[in-house]
Structures are given as C-alpha cells and as structure tokens.
C-alpha cells in the first residue's frame, strides 16, 4: 500500500499540523518522513504476554506527537536520538530480530510512521515473513489512520497517561470494555495482577484509539479473518 502522499500535508496524528515532511520540514512529532529508529533488540520487560520467553522484538523509533511534559525519553520523542534509516533497513531489522528469536515485533511509538511502516511490512511478506506485529504506542491516534493499519498489525497495545476527567465520556467506555465478556484483555497499570477480558468491535476499538485516558493499558488483539 503506497500512502506516502499523506506526508505530503501530514495528518497522521490528531494535531493534523499539515506540515510537508517529504521536502525535509518536521512536523508536531518533530520528525521529516525519514525514518529514525532510537533501538532495535529483544525487549524483555513489556507485559508477559508480549515478551513471552525468547523477547518482544522492539524497534523504538523517534519523534512523538503528543508532547508530555513528564516524557522519560525526551531525547527520543524529541528526535534528537537515533539513527536515520530507509524503509528496506526496516525491513531487514524485521528479519534480524526473527533471526534472533523475537516472538514479534514491537513497534514502538510508530504512529508518525505509518506509510513507512506498512511499507516496510509489505516488503517483509513479500519475502514470507512470518512473526505478527505489535502496535505499541501512546494512544494519540485518529481513527482513520488506525483503519490503515488493518491487515498489518496483529497487536495494538495502548498506554495512555492524561485525565479522564478531562474527557469524562471515555470513563463510560471503558465501564462498557470491563462488562464484556471475552478477549482481548484489559490490565489497570497499577495492579499489573488483574487482568480481566473485554471484548471489543471494531467500531469501540478506534474511538477508544482516537482518545486519551488516564493512567492505564489496554491490550487487544484483532483475530486473523
């Protein structure tokens, strides 16, 4: 899939500040349409269930839209740590970290990098890649950059850090997320004890995605069709 053109005026990420990343400007996550990756390795202190016993494969890249002023990692979502790259090194990176065991692979505060990263992942099938891909990002996300990813990631993995009282309606959401019944599952990040399972449509999936919650993660996974 060739969406590149969305770099052109860019509306990746709810700020939509329209900037041209492809003619070298940055935009709100202060990054031109250059990929630039902090760390790439095996990733072993996420959630169990995605570092799993071999390690997540994580690809950190740089830049991020939302601007927390608590940020630990300034130097990287601030883009002034990392590594440029072109989007077949993506690709290769993939496959080293399958080499080395990965059980997936963990991209990192990818949302300023969507066109790059479905590239990169059309690339990799093309040559029978196999392991399934985490979407691990802050939540900062609009709904139709989400529906791109339809096909591609295997894994969304949400931690958001603003109020709910802010945004009262999103309490309401995740009371309707607790009282479902099945898979994907919900785990509150200061109790990391307590998992309980939810199941949510499509449609709840991305105006969860378009929102931003307080102090917890949500993890779901999309079944293959």
């Not at 009282?179 to 004890?193: G, I, Q, T, V």
Request: hydrophobic letters at 35%.
């Amino acid at each position: 899939m060739d969406i590149r053109h969305i770099l052109n005026n860019c509306i990746l990420c709810p700020r939509k500040c329209g900037v041209d990343r492809t003619s070298g400007h940055t935009g709100a996550c202060h990054m031109t349409d250059t990929v630039r990756v902090s760390r790439a390795a095996l990733h072993m202190w996420e959630e169990p269930c995605i570092s799993g016993e071999n390690g997540s494969g994580a690809v950190f890249f740089s830049g991020c839209a939302l601007g927390c002023c608590f940020c630990q990692n300034k130097a990287i979502s601030g883009g002034k740590a990392g590594k440029n790259i072109s989007i077949s090194r993506l690709c290769n990176i993939f496959f080293e970290l399958q080499d080395k065991g990965a059980n997936n692979i963990n991209l990192v505060t990818p949302d300023h990098y969507i066109p790059q990263i479905i590239s990169a992942i059309d690339m990799a099938r093309s040559r029978n890649f196999k392991l399934p891909f985490v979407y691990n990002c802050s939540g900062y996300e609009t709904a139709e950059m989400i529906q791109l990813l339809d096909g591609y990631i295997d894994v969304y993995l949400l931690i958001s850090n603003s109020c709910h009282r802010i945004c009262p309606q999103n309490t309401v959401m995740l009371q309707t997320i607790l009282n479902m019944p099945k898979p994907p599952y919900l785990r509150w990040s200061d109790n990391a004890e307590e998992t309980r399972p939810a199941l949510m449509t499509t449609e709840l999936c991305r105006e969860v995605l378009s929102s931003v919650i307080c102090s917890f993660l949500i993890i779901w996974m999309i079944p293959s069709q």
